[in-house]
């Protein structure tokens, strides 16, 4: 499976790392996001049979 769909049993510094990998790998320029074990992300994703041909947007909520 590819890194983008991992699933996390409960908060902790594994998810705080994903957040930083996946923040590195976009291909959007991302200001100074700052992610925590508490951190609430969302990834959408299409569906093909060429897993190559995905478009993936993740996104953070945020308190306002």
Do not use: N
């Not at 499976?1 to 998810?15: D, R, V």
């Not at 930083?20 to 609430?40: A, G, L």
């Amino acid at each position: 499976a590819l890194p983008i769909y991992t699933l996390f049993s409960g908060p902790g510094q594994e998810f705080v790392d994903w957040c930083y990998d996946m923040k590195k790998k976009s291909s959007v320029e991302i200001q100074d996001e700052v992610f925590t074990e508490h951190s609430r992300v969302v990834t959408l994703s299409t569906c093909t049979e060429d897993s190559a041909s995905r478009y993936v947007v993740q996104g953070q909520a945020v308190k306002e």
